[in-house]
């Protein structure tokens, strides 16, 4: 993958983790049928797939090989679709549309589409267990995934949001839930690769945890200005969600040109972070302006 435009790269690590996806999920034939056509129809066929991107780019630059590589952006996308499953579901957000088609608990129901992100959920560790890796980076990519994905992870970030619905939140407030929410599975996507890297000093990791964490945190920040001013036929869902369940968004807290300009100083700081690796992050830097100024 290295060596091509930036664009074609991303279009590569795209294809690579799709091929890895339907390699790895239980065929829609195998019992019980029901459950593995949900799997595939939610996972398969859709979305920017941004954090393997993130896993592969930072691989690359660390120079992993890349098979561990593929069992590390399997993994971080399974539990990125377990995550958006649930958040669909009527008892959270209740979306219908997802990825431009009916949300999993549409297509199916409410049941399936419950055991579906369970079982993505594990089949994602179960992934990270089976890596062609030695055991001490095998399992410190389970422990940063589960870290990631948990009560202080993504799992906290979403009791946060849910328990804020309706309040005013600070913007910082509003930081700290999407550090959760959102940013820990971005930190994670990079600390799966970093896990995989050999001969890392302590400076370089602090630097490629100081990007993940301004990356993480401006993804969501883009995420709720797209939420307020972006192109459903481009984002594949409905806009304006947020606002209309009075949930606790950065535009909502400091105003759209606050989000804005935030969103720009982080995309800095991500930028900064990197600094020292030269023209070898390239495929990062130009994967963090691709988040920072994307239309969906």
């Keep these: 993958m290295t060596g091509a435009d930036p664009a074609a790269r991303l279009a590569a690590y795209q294809a690579r983790v799709e091929a890895g996806l339907a390699l790895r999920l239980p065929p829609a034939t195998e019992a019980p049928t029901r459950l593995h056509a949900a799997m595939r129809y939610s996972a398969l066929g859709g979305g920017k797939r941004i954090r393997p991107a993130l896993v592969y780019a930072t691989g690359e630059l660390l120079g992993v090989a890349p098979e561990p590589l593929d069992a590390a952006a399997a993994a971080v996308e399974m539990i990125h679709v377990y995550s958006l499953i649930h958040d669909d579901l009527p008892a959270m957000d209740d979306d219908d549309l997802r ?72 913007p910082a407030e509003v930081e700290d839930m999407h550090r959760h929410k959102t940013g820990a599975l971005i930190e994670a996507s990079i600390g799966l690769a970093v896990a995989l890297g050999t001969g890392l000093g302590d400076n370089d990791r602090a630097a490629l945890r100081r990007f993940a964490a301004a990356l993480g945190l401006a993804f969501q920040i883009v995420d709720d200005i797209l939420d307020v001013e972006g192109d459903p036929a481009l984002l594949g869902k409905a806009v304006g969600a947020d606002q209309a369940r009075r949930k606790p968004t950065y535009p909502a807290a400091a105003g759209m040109a606050a989000a804005r ?35 969906s």
């Design 99 to 170: 990825r431009g088609r009916p949300t999993c608990h549409r297509q199916f129901d409410e049941a399936t589409a419950i055991l579906a992100g369970d079982a993505l959920q594990v089949l994602a560790f179960e992934c990270l267990a089976d890596a062609p890796a030695g055991a001490a980076e095998r399992i410190a990519m389970i422990r940063s995934l589960a870290s990631a994905s948990g009560t202080r992870g993504m799992a906290g970030g979403q009791a946060i949001d849910l328990g804020a619905v309706g309040r005013t939140l600070t």
């Design 261 to 295: 300009a935030r969103a720009a100083e982080l995309h800095a700081e991500a930028l900064a972070a990197i600094a020292e690796f030269g023209p070898s992050a390239g495929m990062l830097r130009w994967l963090a302006a691709y988040i920072v100024e994307r239309s």
